[in-house]
């Protein structure tokens, strides 16, 4: 029932933010829904198309269009010559032409042109402002190259824009992308931002990819799981891709490219972080039947099968026929909506199952889910500053794993810690019990000197009580009496438990070093509530914990009260002790008062309560530290 009550609220939580999200995106970050009072033209509307020529201005202002036919098109409805036309290739050349009406006024001028394949020659009026690659004047004097680029011009009233393309090695061609247009610092500001954005997200992602390794490093003594290793290196791969993934638009940016492999690297990282996180969501869900399994590997293989199919469609992008972009895009789409409801239903059983991965995973799932809906809805979108719906919720995905993975890991760290502090516990309760055993051997061995003694001293009584020297008798029982006084004992008998007794008998010890009153009353037999390393963990820690605060205090106030009993089926401990100053606490937890860090001591404790179903309150009074335990006896 409350399995139910959290995917329904996760349902309800993640599509009502995800349609507010992409609706405000779309409205906010979308080339085609800007605002050109903003101070920015995106120039997708009204564009005239020459397919197969290269046009100079001089040759449009002779009318000669050398035989090709003029045709209007919008940036963003094609990506490539074709226009949808069977009969055109997707590859050959086109010259681009649109006619703008600007302020009277001469003005400085930029003007964004994105990516553009593979080369072209941008003119502006009559003049050459720049170029990117060789269009050539046939195929071979072309050379791709492709890059983001930012050109300023000054210009007033009607002004013409050309652009002359050639694309022979990349299934899109001419443009794909709206040019921006505007004043030369409001472009430049628009520029910025959009670099700070996808830098932040690198810079994100390279930070995950430290951590990890830090981790590796930090950590490797205490990872006794191989597993676990494996999943913080998945994760670093998937930070990796994610850096290729989103960081494309910086490198257009910096540096002219070629197609390949450029290109190829840039498709395929957002598939390969597709086949990483889900095999990273088969790892962090627990499996329980051969067919989760077998369904997960399954999956895996398909995600494997599809960077594959990717790698081949963009190295040979080139020779790629409408008819097999057509079926490409067919398998791509149908391969998304496979994967999303993959990663939901295997996250709404994590979930049903009450794994703490459940939610997290399932947000990350039902957003990238989600995604894929709302790019069917919104299809005409293209991100201004931000990035593509795709790219926002493989990010999210992304964070949602990794948050699940370093939430794990945080455990594992403190589990490491808790072990550690466990082990120092056991080796100092084997040093406790080796002194209790040596002054056991010493006991031993003097009541058995005093054995083997003992005739000799009743012949030497003997001999004096014979000769009537009653006094030298009574003068050698009194010494001898004083020599026993001198022995060894055993100590203080706390409990029939003689490693719980060693135990108490080492603090009673410690205190009395210390000055300490203790008042010590402990039923513990063989048969304990908890295993004896652990009931060692419990009294260890609560007794160290006492001694350590009441040395600070006045001889006449340092106390320590423990108790331990059964009352039916419940073992009851609890530990008094007083103290100067202020209890430090971060949370729920308690900080130590020995250093900076937190308290491991009462947090080891707490984790054995917790271990056998025990219930731990700490009641800080006025100079007062009380702890009580409850712990079922089966």
């Known amino acids: 029932m409350r399995q139910g009550k959290v995917l329904q609220i996760t349902f309800c939580v993640v599509i009502l933010f995800s349609c507010a999200f992409f609706t405000f995106l779309y409205w906010n ?4 829904k800007n605002d ?6 995106y120039l997708y509307d009204n564009w005239e198309f020459y397919y197969g020529v290269l046009l100079t201005p001089e040759d449009l202002k002779n009318g000669d ?4 036919y003029m045709e209007y098109v919008k940036i963003g409805e094609v990506n490539n010559y074709s226009n949808h036309n069977p009969y055109r290739g997707a590859h050959g050349c086109g010259t681009y032409v649109i006619h703008l009406n600007l302020a009277a006024e001469k003005t400085r001028y930029a003007i964004e042109i994105p990516e553009i394949y593979s080369a072209y020659r941008f003119y502006v009026n009559d003049e050459l402002v720049g170029q990117c690659g060789e269009p050539g004047e046939d195929d071979k004097n072309y050379r791709e190259g492709i890059q983001t680029k930012i050109y300023s011009f000054e210009a007033a009233g009607e002004c013409t824009l050309l652009l002359e393309t050639r694309d022979e090695s990349h299934y899109y061609s001419g443009m794909t992308y709206p040019l921006a247009l505007g004043e030369e610092s409001v472009v430049l500001h628009h520029v910025y931002r959009r670099i700070i954005f996808y830098t932040t997200i690198a810079v994100l992602c390279a930070l995950n990819i430290l951590f990890t390794l830090y981790y590796c490093v930090k950590f490797r003594s205490s990872i006794k799981e191989q597993e676990q ?13 994610g850096i290729l993934f989103m960081g494309y638009p910086l490198v257009h940016y910096l540096w002219q490219c070629q197609v390949h ?18 095999l990273l969501h088969n790892r962090l869900t627990q499996t329980r039947h051969i067919m989760e399994k077998g369904v997960g590997y399954g999956i895996a293989v398909l995600a494997a099968v599809m960077c594959v199919i990717v790698f081949l469609y963009g190295n040979f992008s080139a020779r790629l026929t409408l008819r097999l972009e057509v079926v490409f895009s067919f398998v791509v789409f149908w391969y998304k909506i496979v994967i999303a409801f993959y990663l939901v239903g295997r996250s709404v059983i994590s979930v049903y199952r009450q794994q703490t991965e459940g939610v997290p995973l399932l947000t990350g799932s039902l957003f990238y889910a989600c995604s894929y809906m709302w790019d069917r809805i919104y299809s005409k979108f293209e991100p201004i500053y931000g990035g593509w719906f795709a790219e926002w919720a493989t990010i999210i995905m992304i964070f949602a794993s990794g948050f699940v993975l370093w939430r794990r890991i945080l455990q594992n760290v403190k589990q490491a810690e808790l072990l550690q502090k466990q082990y120092e516990a056991m080796e100092k309760q084997m040093k406790i019990q080796v002194s209790h055993m040596e002054k056991v051997n010493e006991t031993v061995e003097y009541n058995r000197r005093i054995r083997h003694d003992f005739r000799h001293h009743l012949h030497a009584i003997d001999t004096l009580a014979k000769e009537g020297k009653v006094e030298k008798v009574s003068e050698y029982v009194a010494n001898l009496s004083e020599y026993h006084k001198k022995g060894r004992s055993q100590g203080t008998l ?3 438990n003689t490693v719980i007794n060693a135990l108490l008998q080492y603090y009673e010890d410690n205190a009395d070093q210390s000055e300490i009153k203790t008042v010590i009353r402990v039923c513990a037999d063989e048969n304990l509530p908890v295993p004896e390393v652990e009931f060692c963990i419990i009294i260890g820690n609560l007794l160290e914990n006492a001694i350590d605060a009441s040395r600070t205090l006045a001889r006449e106030k340092r106390k320590i009260e423990f108790y331990g009993k059964q009352e039916g089926a419940m073992y009851l ?3 008094v002790n007083y103290y100067e100053g202020e209890i430090r606490k971060r949370g729920r937890r308690f900080q130590s008062s020995k250093h900076t860090g937190n308290g491991v001591g009462i947090w080891s404790v707490e984790k054995v309560v917790e271990k056998y179903n025990g219930m731990m309150t700490i009641d800080v009074g006025e100079q007062k530290f009380e702890v009580k335990i409850a712990i079922p006896i089966e």
């Open 65 to 68: 269009t050398k035989g090709a």
């Open 494 to 496: 706390f409990c029939k």
């Open 229 to 241: 290793r494996k999943n913080v290196m998945i994760f670093t791969g998937i930070a990796f891709c």
């Open 36 to 41: 050109p009072n903003e101070g920015i033209r």
């Open 261 to 278: 492999p450029w290109y190829t690297l840039e498709l395929m990282s957002g598939y390969v972080i597709t086949f990483l996180i889900v």
């Open 573 to 575: 401990i609890s530990s």
């Open 29 to 32: 970050d979308n080339k085609y």
